[in-house]
């Protein structure tokens, strides 16, 4: 069957759906696609209760799982996809996947091809409801993927991206916080996305750190608490369930837990007061999933576990002393952070005993799911156990509408996604992130007359969702647009001296340079770029393109400025600024510290110049 994602396709599943779970479903009975999340013709606790119940347990260990698959249709991917499922997980397609292992989640990831374009994203998840509820007692799935926007989407035009969240932490706003989350909250579920691993909760205190960084709000405990929480509210308007991460804090790491494992060693009194704030607010704003992290907290738990692993953690601090009785998620178990003490068949069962209620994208789908299996028949797990997880993840899909609407069709997309007013939304948001640091005589706002020809250089890191940029072609085109004469030379992110003596050559020839800057380093090409670039007399103007802590990198040149990131959304933004369409109003969400003696420092939060 091919996934033409058209609204007719439901009513026989929905069908379906009444069969399989007999009486327990009276309520699953209802009108078309509501956008709701409270709707009262939601299941109540009791049919849920009844509902788990009547699941076998092979179908209950299936529930807990959430699951990546190649391919952008449900039962009719390309080739090399078949052939990249059948390696990793032994299956052809999502729908093989979910008949075989019952899942209760799929992630969704550019690079597993889920996500082409909107209408294509739909009709994959009509397609995986579909295989799922045609089922013997099949149940919706659950949907979601990490679009954080920023440096981190999965999802790309023509959908809205709007400005990551340390830019929106240097806006300052808890509407434009909150108004994120609504428009892209409503832009996932039209595409049948119901699960966004979304905000970052980590309050980002570490320069060095190489995971979170513009991924988290700001250094503010405060600040970052509020903006949590708006975006929450956003989201979850929306009908999306947002999920704040990485519990219990990611943001004071300087080892990245894709690839090893780090530690923190804050006291549990600075855990209190600089990582808990945002994950308060989280719970205290309704959140409906939290996202645990790969990391290890001795002043929380002293045993050697990741937190994803922690009973004292997860169960010990966010269930007990938080109050919190929502899904609780790993981060990927595919990471190496949770893998360098046990097995991979022994990580599921751990975090389950931890609290966990999903499992998110095992390495080896078929040796994590038979370990629980297993373990649950010898004992070590409880089926009373899975059942309280399997009741939270159902409890979620009822909130979310899955019972009553489990498909999306093409109209929402056609109605939403990436609508003229989503994008001036973003825009307009963007204008008021970006933050001006050095403007020496006044250099900036750059004038036409005094300056008509730019020089546009440097990093061009590949597009967060594979459908924005090159960051120095994108700021050469606004530029143009708005009536200058820009050229752009891309010079990367280590430019060799060849790269740097062409581009010195190239400034000769312009009026003024703009130099796209990525996480400058004391001793990189970049730096030495910059300088050198500056030594022509051009009037230079830094344009830190990812984290703001560049500046301190680059005491010679007369401009900077912070974006936050390269998207488009960000880049135009910035050149609307450096043109003086528009005026700076971003503020440091991080203090930047001085490059000869880090102990000082140079910016404070709240830091930013205007015109």
């Not at 009973?311 to 269930?319: C, Q, Y």
């Not at 599921?348 to 994208?361: C, R, T």
């Not at 997880?389 to 979620?396: C, G």
């Not at 990189?524 to 560049?550: F, H």
């Amino acid at each position: 069957m091919h996934d033409t994602g058209t609204g007719n396709t439901a009513q026989p599943s929905r069908r379906a759906v009444l069969a399989a779970t007999a009486g327990a479903a009276g309520a699953l009975a209802a009108a078309g696609p509501s956008y709701a999340a409270d709707a009262p013709d939601a299941p109540d606790d009791r049919r849920l209760r009844a509902l788990v119940s009547r699941m076998t347990l092979e179908e209950k260990v299936g529930q807990l799982f959430v699951m990546r698959v190649y391919g952008h249709s449900a039962t009719t991917p390309d080739q090399a996809d078949i052939d990249a499922n059948l390696k990793e997980i032994g299956v052809r397609t999502a729908a093989e996947l979910v008949a075989k292992y019952r899942v209760g989640g799929i992630i969704y990831f550019a690079w597993a091809h889920n996500t082409r374009e909107p209408h294509q994203i739909a009709a994959l998840s009509d397609g995986i409801q579909r295989a799922s509820l045609e089922l013997p007692r099949g149940l919706p799935v659950l949907v979601s993927t990490d679009q954080e926007h920023g440096i981190v989407a999965r999802v790309g035009r023509p959908a809205t991206l709007f400005p990551g969240a340390m830019a929106v932490g240097a806006g300052g706003s808890r509407s434009d916080a909150r108004g994120l989350g609504r428009i892209a909250g409503r832009e996932l579920r039209a595409m049948g996305i119901r699960q966004d691993y979304s905000p970052v909760a980590d309050v980002n205190v570490n320069p060095a750190n190489p995971v979170i960084g513009v991924r988290s709000f700001g250094a503010d405990p405060k600040a970052v608490a509020a903006l949590v929480a708006a975006e929450v509210a956003g989201y979850q308007g929306s009908g999306v369930a947002a999920t704040a991460k990485h519990f219990p804090g990611h943001g004071d790491t300087n080892v990245d837990s894709h690839t090893g494992f780090p530690t923190i060693t804050h006291s549990r009194e600075l855990w209190e007061k600089l990582d808990a704030p945002p994950f308060r607010a989280a719970i205290a704003a309704g959140i409906d999933s939290i996202m645990t992290a790969h990391l290890m907290v001795p002043a929380l738990d002293d045993s050697g576990d990741p937190a994803t692993l922690s009973r004292p953690i997860l169960t010990g601090i966010l269930r007990e002393r938080l109050g919190y009785d929502g899904v609780v998620v790993t981060d990927s178990l595919g990471m190496e952070g949770v893998r360098t003490k046990y097995g991979d068949d022994r990580v599921p069962v751990l975090a389950l005993k931890a609290g966990v209620d999903q499992l998110l994208n095992p390495p080896d789908l078929d040796l994590a799911w038979h370990a629980v299996l297993a373990a649950v028949r010898s004992g070590e797990l409880t089926e009373a156990r899975l059942d309280a997880s399997v009741l939270r993840i159902l409890r979620l899909k009822a909130k979310l509408g899955l019972f009553r609407a489990p498909y999306v069709g093409q109209e929402g997309v056609d109605r939403v996604v990436g609508t003229r007013a989503h994008l001036a939304a973003a825009d307009r948001m963007a204008e008021r992130t970006t933050t001006l640091l050095v403007n020496e005589g006044r250099l900036l706002p750059l004038s036409r007359r005094r300056y008509p020809k730019v020089l546009v250089v440097g990093a061009d890191p590949a597009s967060p969702s594979g459908t924005t940029g090159p960051p120095t072609g994108v700021l050469a085109a606004a530029l143009t647009g708005l009536g200058f004469t820009a050229t752009a030379l891309p010079t990367g992110t280590a430019p060799s001296a060849a790269t740097i003596a062409r581009a010195v050559a190239a400034a000769r020839d312009a009026d003024a340079v703009v130099a796209a800057t990525y996480n400058v380093t004391a001793g990189s090409g970049q730096k030495t770029l910059v300088e050198q670039l500056v030594a022509t007399g051009r009037p230079v103007v830094a344009v830190a393109i990812r984290n703001p802590y560049d500046v301190a990198q680059l005491p010679s040149v007369p401009a900077c400025l912070a974006a936050y990131s390269w998207t488009d959304v960000e880049l135009r933004a910035a050149a609307r600024v450096i043109a003086g369409r528009v005026a700076p109003r971003g503020k440091l969400p991080v203090p930047v510290q001085r490059a000869d003696d880090p102990e000082q420092v140079l910016y404070p939060i709240g830091y930013g110049l205007t015109y």
